[in-house]
């Protein structure tokens, strides 16, 4: 859409035609070709903002993920599982930064099908890339910060710092962004937009990640909580489970309110860009991401609330808001390609999904603090497998460009070739990360710097790795301080002055 | 965009002229064509621009809910928290669900008639982005109605009830409210300058200080009344307790982050912002929002420091909020120093609004109904005095109505009245008899153990605080809370945030 020579010649030959002189020539050339430059620009703005602010909203969610896991844990744990949430996106940044992205979208179409193999720190960006610019980039690191950040939840209150940081590092600097360039890199070998070589004509299905992030987050977490084993007094003696609680419901209120706000940078946002840069746009596709992602995430809300009701006989707020996350988890594979109605029976799936999932963790003698496996891994998986079930037709078309012929959702009478590219790339996911984290956390259990000791676990980290305590209410005075430090230490030494300020 | 037609086809009129010239050797094709293709990029970038900004407001007005929540639970004592906080977590959650199936439906759906809408029930005839953005933009409006109710019958309320006024409210009452102000079919609209208006103006409600916090206010007030205060709120002999919430940390965390989505509620009702125009309104609602606010702020700052002699935290926040309410009917209408002074009005209605409800023996945890009622009536009815003419001419693309100290003609302000006691009379009705039934059921208010025991301990599995290792919370059998509840309460509900 340029102004190139042959417009130019056109509208000379306008000017010439209308007897035009050469400076009202000039006036109408620039003109034209003036408005060109200033809608492309609109265009880009429009993009640019959508892209930066759908990554902020992301981000977000590390606030929201940060209060969740404070408040589900118990006090003695605050600090250290808010700073692995810190860390999370704070490492996250420098190992995606050096080699994550390039692992996952360098090359662009060019590289191989299994791993990307350019850009290492940004070396090559330009704003001119559809993909390896910096508004991506941030877009697609704090996906990566996210993945990291859920599997915290499934080994807190019993792992070393320096576990936490070799496994984030090595899940967003290598093993995230090798999933994300199968499912998500134009020439990953699953993928639904290589269109060199689309897997069983359609390619994996998973908009803003059920699969690449939730999954992948979800078993990276199962390996490492599965390898350390459940918390001290978990289950008892004979196995029975003991409930342990986290030590406030405001910060698990506070904390899921703020992962549904940043919900919805993650599944619209998914697009990347709100104006195509060529044609109308006819598509409702991001406002249409945001309705499904509320109505999966209310209907598990209220699906849990009800079945908790009947199953415990009482209303319980932190079940909720975890059903509500599992329903965002399910619904983020296909936010913009199922209708409205099927998300609310999605939301639906997800709540049983997850209570079933917490009842077989039970029975397997699986901890999770967070119920971050069962919620990400299950609902996750979930969510991708639905996609296979219940993509339209006219939305799979216009979200991913797909043409007349294309396989979609087998309830509508698309065939089984989706659901089978979703089946089939759930397990390579699952298998990948089983493979690589359980590695990794096995080797770190034998090097001993996994769990920490049962002294250790009793006292808190929070006192016994982080010095400190997330709450100190005395002053200094009593509580928690007093007892690194002597009896005496507190003694008034002076008569204290009577303040001077009359406000 | 004059070359493309409404289907956004391009012109052929405009093709066929410049294809004659072809004979005069100009390609008539080419520059057809990319007149053609600029005017469509330019639809496109307006269109992606609008449905952006509506999207990122009602994210932010969805933001208002975390706010709530925080200041419900930190207004209300530890032993209520978990109960307060899933109440809103469920306005957001099964809103959603109602406004899906039908409340869209009654309030914007086109096949109605100009006291309900009719149509797009469970969105079945949604096809176009503006539907989706629409639909999640409004939603967020309806369910921050439902919070604000929530908030008059804290601490003492069967979960029961909250589910069934909530879902009552946000699938019906509220989208019948909305559908008379903002339908362009409503009967109340100054919408559709087509039109005939009620005084040749209609109401005017920017975003809805009549709409969303009368409604919800009024709610709340039938809820509250009906089942009557908090035990211990006012002593045998009636004189006022104070029941202090349990966390200004939270009260603080909850306004600022109300204030902070404050500015998806308000600038956002434009709902565009990709023209002059809409711009320029847009930007007069975040300041005039935060002028009104920061002015109520400071004014009950410094008249709480006059009546109660320290500088109470909990009671700014409050008065912020009620700025905030005040304002949301005329940002887009008001100058600057008109927000200012709405401001100072807000906090003074509060005021009086409170010490009012006190000898009527009122007991509204959040200040719900004096807040949202109180300075929501105030501001609907300041727009009718000092409504600018021009920036309503501005928004409703017609002149000739404004407020009345502008104007000297009293039409705008008593299409206002109007409106509000409308307003007034449809939800105290609905409401009241909602209410009403719940309490003939014995669904609305909980047994006097359990509010002396607490909504978390006898309803929701536990304490929201279960304590650390030190202090195990143990679940205290009904009877013996008694005492156990009153001496045990600072170690076993000590505030941890």
Not at chain 1, 128 to 133: H, Q
Not at chain 1, 381 to 406: D, Q, R, W
Not at chain 2, 16 to 31: A, H, I, P, R, Y
Request: proline share 2%; hydrophobic share 50%.
């Amino acid at each position: 859409m340029a102004c190139n020579s042959t417009l130019e010649a056109a509208l000379a030959a306008v000017a010439s035609a209308a007897k035009l002189d050469v400076n009202q020539s000039a006036v109408l050339t620039d003109f034209v070709c003036g408005y060109d430059g200033r809608i492309g620009d609109a265009v880009t703005g429009t993009n640019a903002m959508f892209l930066l602010f759908s990554a902020y909203l992301v981000f977000a969610m590390q606030a929201g993920f940060g209060m969740l896991c404070a408040g589900s844990v118990r006090a003695k744990n605050a600090l250290n599982i808010m700073l692995t949430n810190v860390m999370d996106a704070a490492a996250g940044a420098i190992s995606f930064f050096v080699f994550g992205f390039a692992f996952a979208f360098g090359g662009g179409a060019e590289s191989n099908a299994f791993i990307g193999d350019y850009n290492f720190a940004q070396s090559h960006f330009s704003a001119d890339d559809a993909l390896a610019n910096y508004g991506m980039w941030m877009f697609q690191w704090a996906f990566a910060a996210a993945a990291a950040g859920i599997t915290s939840g499934s080994i807190a209150e019993r792992t070393q710092f320096t576990g936490y940081l070799a496994y984030s590092t090595f899940l967003t600097g290598f093993v995230y962004p090798v999933i994300a360039h199968w499912v998500w890199a134009p020439s990953g070998w699953i993928s639904a937009f290589n269109t060199g070589n689309m897997f069983l004509d359609v390619g994996m299905v998973d908009f803003a990640g059920s699969g690449v992030v939730h999954m992948t987050g979800g078993i990276a977490g199962f390996m490492g909580a599965w390898i350390e084993g459940p918390r001290l007094g978990r289950f008892d003696a004979k196995g029975r489970t003991q409930e342990m609680k986290g030590h406030s419901g405001t910060l698990v209120v506070l904390g899921t309110f703020l992962l549904w706000f940043g919900w919805y940078g993650f599944n619209p946002g998914s697009l990347t860009a709100i104006v195509p840069a060529d044609g109308v746009l006819k598509h409702a596709i991001v406002a249409r991401a945001a309705v499904t992602t509320t109505l999966s995430g209310g209907a598990a809300a209220l699906t849990t609330l009800f079945a908790r009701r009947w199953m415990t006989g009482h209303w319980n707020v932190t079940d909720v808001c975890n059903g509500l996350l599992g329903g965002f988890a399910a619904v983020t594979a296909g936010c913009s390609v199922i209708e409205p109605w099927a998300a609310i029976l999605l939301g639906f799936l997800a709540a049983w999904t997850l209570i079933g999932m917490n009842r077989l963790a039970e029975r397997i003698k699986y901890d999770d603090p967070l119920e971050a496996f069962q919620l990400h891994g299950g609902c996750g998986l979930l969510g991708v497998v639905f996609v296979g079930l219940l993509a339209k037709k006219s939305f799979l078309m216009e979200a991913y460009g797909k043409v007349e012929g294309t396989p979609y959702g087998l309830f509508y009478g698309g065939g089984g070739k989706l659901l089978a590219a979703q089946l089939i790339g759930a397990i390579c996911i699952a298998a990948w990360t089983a493979v690589t984290m359980g590695v990794l956390f096995y080797a770190l259990q034998m090097f001993g710097l996994l769990r920490i000791t049962q002294e250790e676990e009793a006292a808190g980290l929070d006192l016994t790795a982080h010095g400190n305590s997330s709450y100190v209410f005395d002053d200094g005075k009593g509580g928690q301080d007093a007892k690194l430090l002597p009896p005496d230490a507190f003694q008034a030494k002076a008569p204290v002055k009577q303040g001077t300020e009359r406000v | 965009m004059g070359v493309l037609d409404a289907d956004g086809e391009c012109f052929t009129a405009i093709r066929d002229e410049l294809v004659k010239l072809e004979s005069q050797g100009v390609n008539g094709t080419l520059l057809a064509t990319h007149l053609c293709d600029l005017a469509s990029s330019l639809v496109s970038s307006t269109y992606g621009l609008n449905t952006f900004f509506v999207l990122i407001s009602a994210y932010l007005v969805f933001a208002m809910q975390i706010g709530f929540a925080m200041l419900c639970a930190g207004s209300v004592r530890a032993k209520n928290t978990m109960n307060i906080m899933l109440t809103n977590v469920l306005d957001a959650a099964a809103g959603a669900l109602s406004y899906y199936l039908v409340g869209y439906g009654f309030a914007y759906g086109k096949d109605g008639n100009k006291f309900i809408g009719s149509g797009s029930f469970a969105m079945h005839d949604f096809k176009s982005d503006v539907d989706y953005r629409n639909w999640i933009f409004q939603w967020a409006f309806a369910a921050a109605s439902a919070g604000i109710a929530s908030g008059s019958i804290a601490e003492r309320t069967q979960f029961t009830a909250y589910l069934v006024y909530s879902t009552f409210l946000t699938g019906f009452v509220y989208p019948v409210v909305s559908h008379w102000v903002w339908s362009p079919y409503g009967w109340l609209t100054a919408l559709d300058p087509e039109k005939e208006h009620l005084f040749k103006s209609g109401m005017v409600d920017f975003a809805g200080s009549g709409v969303v916090h009368m409604v919800g206010g009024i709610a709340g007030f039938w809820g509250a009344f009906l089942e009557g205060p908090r035990l211990g709120r006012f002593d045998v002999r009636g004189r006022k307790q104070e029941i202090k919430g349990h966390s200004g940390t939270l009260i603080v965390l909850g306004s600022f982050l109300l204030w902070f989505g404050w500015y998806g509620f308000n600038p956002g009702s434009q709902v565009a912002i990709a023209d002059q125009v809409s711009a320029i309104i847009v930007a007069r609602c975040a300041i005039t929002t935060t002028l009104c606010g920061a002015a109520a702020a400071v004014t009950t700052l410094f008249a709480k420091k006059l009546l109660v002699a320290h500088w109470s935290v909990a009671d700014v926040c409050n008065g912020l909020l009620g700025g905030f309410a005040a304002i949301t009917a005329g940002c887009a209408f008001v100058e600057p120093w008109a927000a200012v002074l709405l401001g100072f009005l807000a906090a003074w209605t509060l005021i009086g609004m409170n010490a009012l409800m006190e000898k009527f023996q009122y007991d509204d945890p959040l200040e719900a109904f004096q807040l949202h009622g109180g300075c929501g009536l105030l501001g609907v009815l300041f727009v009718g005095l000092l409504g600018k003419e021009d920036y309503v001419e501005q928004v409703f693309s017609r002149g000739n109505f404004g407020g009345l100290f502008y104007t000297g003609s009293g039409r705008l302000l008593a299409a206002q009245l109007v409106g509000a006691i409308v307003i007034i009379l449809w939800t105290s009705l609905l409401m009241g008899i909602c209410f009403a039934l719940l309490k003939a059921f014995n669904l609305l208010r909980i047994s006097q153990e359990d509010e002396i025991a607490g909504l978390d301990l006898t309803r929701h599995g536990g304490s929201n605080y279960p304590g650390d290792d030190h202090h195990p919370a143990k679940l205290y059998p009904p009877t013996a809370l008694g005492q156990a509840a009153d001496s045990n309460a600072k170690n076993v509900y000590s505030s941890k945030v």
